[in-house]
């Protein structure tokens, strides 16, 4: 779920941040820059893991902030295909359902990989699993435990003041999401599975 990735960067150093220790000032800043943010290809970027490596820190003409050139690692999260991972159902719609972690909400399951005999009830706006004469329903909020199938990168294009506000919430995409499914044994809502074992 969790991987580690090097980088390396320049750092800027303002003069307020010179009374902290060195390796506080640069952590603090590579936090600030990375920190809850999505790299292409690499994934979501949790915090600073660790230092390999600081230059000397070269201050700027006039303006007093020191460069420093970094050598550092990042926890990111990526979970890898076939991963099974325990989240929340958040919503629920006709195209699937929308599942969250504590630090991150863009999981999503199409309806097709649900168990077979899963319909969408409108009226409930929830998916139900037919099982045996048996009716389990997918609640929201109810934890579930789901395999991570494909992710998807969307690259976030800057776009000029004037054309933002024409865009709506739904054109706008999320720069990684991940498509999952509960169609397997042992996925799907964790209270199924406990209820059968005891």
């Known amino acids: 779920m969790f991987i580690l990735t090097k980088f390396s960067d ?3 150093i303002t003069p307020e941040d010179f009374q902290k220790p060195s390796f506080e000032a640069i952590e603090d800043n590579l936090n600030a820059k990375y920190a809850n943010k ?8 949790i915090c600073v893991y660790d230092i390999l490596t600081a230059s000397e820190g070269y201050i700027g003409h006039g303006t007093g902030i020191a460069n420093v050139n970094v050598e550092f690692r990042l926890v990111v ?3 890898f295909k076939g991963e099974v991972l325990v989240g929340k159902i958040s919503s629920s719609t006709e ?4 599942i969250r972690l504590d630090f991150f909400d863009e ?9 077979e005999n899963t319909r ?5 706006a929830v ?3 037919q099982n045996e004469g048996v009716q389990l329903f997918f609640d929201k909020n109810e934890t579930v435990r789901f395999r991570v199938e494909n992710e998807l990168w969307h690259d976030q294009v800057p776009l000029p003041p004037s054309e933002r506000a024409e865009q709506s919430a739904a054109e706008r995409r999320s720069p990684y999401t991940l498509e999952a499914s509960m169609g397997q044994g042992g996925l799907g ?7 059968s074992e005891a």
């Open 77 to 79: 999260f990526r979970p």
């Open 189 to 195: 809502c964790t209270l199924w599975w406990d209820e």
């Open 95 to 98: 195209h699937g359902i929308k």
């Open 120 to 124: 969408f009830s409108a009226q409930e």
């Open 10 to 12: 320049l750092v800027e």
């Open 38 to 45: 999505v790299i292409q290809k690499v994934g979501l970027c």
């Open 127 to 129: 998916w139900i699993w």
């Open 107 to 115: 999981i999503f399951v199409p309806g097709h990989l649900l168990f």
